[in-house]
Nanobody, 125 residues
């Protein structure tokens, strides 16, 4: 299962960006999808995640500014980031877990947890 992110870039403080992450492969089902970020010299941290039925969870630092959503038909998760601050500067990673199927002689369902390659978000004037 592959996750491909897009939408990062350079934005001024107070600006907005929208990240997208599309999952592909022999996916049977996806449970939670989420966004993490890692700033230089810091540990990777959860930004927000969303379950298959739409329940969301946010880090305190982004509540009220970021909105996570997903399109299950497109196997895509989005992160709308508003009122960006310099401390939001980081590499943002998409994450998803679920099950994929094997298409050999025997049909099998196998659990997966995958990461995207990361997309840089820089907030600077």
């Amino acid at each position: 299962v592959q996750l491909v992110e897009s939408g990062g870039g350079l934005v001024q403080p107070g600006g907005s960006l929208r990240l997208s992450c599309a999952a592909s492969g022999s996916i049977f089902s996806i449970n939670a999808m989420g966004w993490y970020r890692q700033a230089p010299g810091k540990q990777r941290e959860l930004v927000a995640d969303i379950t298959s039925d739409g329940r969301t969870n946010y880090a305190d630092s982004v509540k009220g500014r970021f909105t996570i959503s997903r399109d299950n038909a497109k196997k895509t998760v989005y992160l709308q980031m508003n009122s960006l601050k310099s401390e939001d500067t980081a590499v943002y990673y998409c994450n998803a877990d679920g099950r994929y199927y094997t298409d050999g002689a025997i049909f099998q369902l196998i659990d997966f947890r995958s990461w995207g390659q990361g997309t840089q978000v820089t907030v600077s004037s």
